[in-house]
């Protein structure tokens, strides 16, 4: 298998350029992530095979700097033909969160008298039996902290045993500031003991009294095998190309996708993918009204991927690519089935039936579906890619796992910020907003995008009786210009054209965004949030293409306390979006208000968006599905 300028690392790749990064530091070094820098697009689409490709790795961890010197990690990018090292002191922010940081701050937490007299206040004294949680603190670092130092906010959960869910048990009122750079507690916030809820929380199989018997097998076969092709990480199915890796800031990514029309393969999105995202808290608690991770940036989720097993996550004809990661101390380590990949049934795809010939033409839709789950903390997060035999690609996120809780007293639970889930167990309101880059490439780098909505016209000689609108489009020319909202009122959508290329029916060929009813920000625009995740304020943002411009909040939005980085800054260029290579930005997401159903652990919930053709064919591309075998003419 021949490597590919977009070719996911390889475990040996990792570790030569981890060591040859490592030998460039301190002994203290830690590594948080890796990734591929990938190529310029130009050279990525000048490609041919057969021809060099060079493989340079970004590198990012913490290496413990000096007494008084800035402790915001480094950012080692290495060239593994060269072994050249460039090693880059962070300065705007820090290296996201990795694991050497997470069990620091637990380990800091859990020693410090401090902290152990205040949960001896709270009756707990085994604790081994406390977990600890470390929270990103950017934008609400204390200030007896110094600028610079790593910092994590601490909070507790109580088990009854070692295997049990810790959720249930919430520390209330406890925040212990962590310092990790001078390794203690800087300040421990303790707004007074609330007694921890008695309600167990464990949804564990073997907890369970007894399980219902009235569910049947359902069994997914494709005897024949699936109808995708596999090369490497590279995928053909059903006309679409692209290929599929994993990034640690970006989860899972699709690459050059393109869709093969005829003779011709043409493109449609060169990179398509999460940025960032936010979850930002409601409520007024003080245990909660400071959070905002960015689950991608400060968090790295793409590092935090499940290694998925068939028949439980992922059922039928699966194909899963694995992703390898680097350890804390420079090794590599392979998550296996990190990927998983397979074609679902997905009901009709097109039906009619003519009453005057008493004959029916219906056929089957399919979709090809690539997904990724990360767990960060508490949460799960299902990123599923969706690709249908239309042409329909879309996008879901799924939403799991266990919704932040605090404990309160008899009485005490204020429903409109925090309603209550369980016995004396609250969960704050949040939203939880994903910003996606879509970079287009509609059949050439060079695309416009319009916003589209339905207009109501006016009374008027020529609609009498007011029941006309029409579709009302407007072309976003600037940066500025190109930052708006969902209205679904208006059935609002906008539009990615190139136009220089024409369709059958002489018009410019074209895909649209299609959004849900979609939540931005609800923090105040003068909040440290809004400053912060500055992308969250709207749905949409287009953009002038610019090499290296990935990460909606910044590179390193962790511990960049004043925001400010990333999407709002490159946008202030105002640059020119008419016919340029152009990146579209969409933010989707969920309010969350939590429900006693979400507790102990939540049924997915659901967010994203849909990229449809518009003119890109010139008719419905799936007249030469064929009839299911059960509905076949003899
Ligand atoms: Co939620």
């Known amino acids: 298998m021949a490597i590919h300028p977009l070719s996911p690392l390889t475990v040996a790749e990792i570790e030569q350029g981890a060591a040859l990064v490592a030998a460039q530091l301190g002994e203290q070094a830690t590594f948080s992530a890796v990734n591929l820098v990938e190529p310029k697009k130009a050279e990525v689409l000048g490609y041919t095979p057969g021809d060099a490709v060079v493989r340079q790795l970004r590198f990012v961890g913490y290496d413990y700097p000096e007494e008084g010197q800035r402790d915001g990690g480094f950012e080692g990018i290495v060239n593994l033909q060269t072994e050249a090292v460039v090693i880059n002191r962070i300065e705007t922010g820090q290296a996201a969160i990795g694991l050497a940081d997470f069990v620091a701050a637990v380990t800091i937490t859990k020693a410090d008298a401090g902290w152990q007299e205040a949960m001896r206040a709270r009756g707990v004294t085994d604790f081994d039996l406390v977990q600890i949680d470390p929270w990103p603190t950017g934008g609400y670092q204390h200030p007896s902290i110094p600028e610079g130092h790593r910092v994590h906010r601490a909070i507790s959960f109580v088990k009854e045993d070692p295997t049990d869910n810790a959720y249930a048990r919430p520390v209330q009122g406890l925040i212990a500031h962590v310092d990790i750079t001078a390794g203690k507690v800087a300040y421990l916030e303790d707004h007074g003991v609330v007694p921890l809820p008695t309600q167990s929380g464990r949804y564990d199989a073997a907890s369970q009294p007894e399980f219902r018997d009235s569910l049947r097998p359902i069994d997914i076969t494709q005897p024949e095998g699936a109808s995708f092709q596999v090369d490497g990480h590279a995928v053909q199915w059903e006309g679409f190309n692209f290929r599929v890796s994993i990034h640690p800031t970006n989860g899972l990514v699709l690459h050059q996708l393109s869709y093969q029309d005829g003779d011709e393969n043409r493109s449609i999105l060169y990179r398509a993918a999460l940025s960032e995202m936010v979850v930002p808290y409601g409520d007024t608690d003080p245990m909660h009204n400071w959070k905002h991770v960015f689950d991608a940036g400060e968090a790295n989720i793409g590092s935090l991927t499940n290694s998925l097993t068939l028949g439980c996550d992922c059922l039928g004809e699966i194909h899963y690519f694995d992703h390898n990661v680097v350890n804390w101390n420079g090794t590599a380590r392979t998550i296996e089935n990190a990927i998983c990949m397979h074609?679902?049934?997905?009901?009709?795809?097109?039906?009619?039936?003519?009453?005057?010939?008493?004959?029916t033409e219906v056929r089957r839709s399919r979709r090809l579906v690539v997904s990724a789950v990360h767990t960060v903390g508490n949460y799960e997060y299902g990123f599923f890619w969706y690709l249908y035999l239309d042409g329909t690609i879309q996008m879901e996120v799924k939403?799991?796992?266990?919704?932040?809780?605090?404990?309160?007293?008899?009485?005490?639970?204020?429903?409109?910020?925090?309603?209550?889930?369980?016995?004396?167990?609250?969960?704050?309101?949040?939203?939880?907003?994903?910003?996606?880059?879509?970079?287009?490439?509609?059949?050439?780098?060079?695309n416009s995008v319009y916003e589209v909505e339905a207009e109501p016209l006016p009374i008027a000689e020529d609609n009498p009786q007011g029941t006309a609108f029409r579709a009302k489009s407007t072309l976003l020319e600037s940066e500025q210009q190109?930052?708006?909202?969902?209205?679904?009122?208006?059935?609002?959508?906008?539009?990615?054209?190139?136009?220089?290329?024409?369709?059958?029916?002489?018009?410019?060929?074209?895909?649209?965004?299609?959004?849900?009813?979609?939540?931005?920000?609800?923090?105040?625009?003068?909040?440290?949030?809004?400053?912060?995740a500055g992308f969250a304020r709207h749905n949409l943002w287009v953009t002038k293409f610019e090499e290296g411009a990935f990460n909606a909040a910044g590179d390193y939005p962790n511990l960049l306390n004043s925001g400010g980085e990333g999407l709002p800054k490159w946008a202030e260029q105002n640059r020119n979006l008419e016919a340029e290579d152009v990146v579209v930005w969409h933010t989707t997401g969920v309010t969350h208000m939590p429900r006693p159903e979400d507790w102990p652990v939540m049924p997915v919930e659901y967010c994203g968006f849909s990229l449809m053709p518009v003119g890109f064919f010139d008719r419905n591309p799936t007249l030469d599905v064929p009839p299911s075998k059960a509905c076949a003419k003899d």
């Open 343 to 359: 074609e679902e049934d997905y009901g009709i795809l097109w039906k009619h039936h003519d009453s005057l010939t008493q004959s």
């Open 399 to 446: 939403l799991t796992g266990i919704i932040g809780v605090s404990a309160v007293a008899d009485g005490d639970e204020r429903p409109d910020v925090a309603p209550l889930v369980a016995p004396n167990v609250t969960s704050p309101i949040h939203q939880h907003l994903f910003c996606f880059r879509l970079d287009f490439n509609i059949d050439g780098t060079n």
């Open 482 to 532: 190109a930052q708006r909202d969902c209205y679904p009122q208006r059935s609002r959508y906008w539009k990615v054209v190139n136009p220089e290329r024409k369709n059958g029916l002489g018009k410019a060929v074209a895909w649209k965004l299609l959004p849900s009813a979609t939540p931005t920000l609800l923090a105040h625009e003068d909040s440290i949030i809004a400053k912060r």
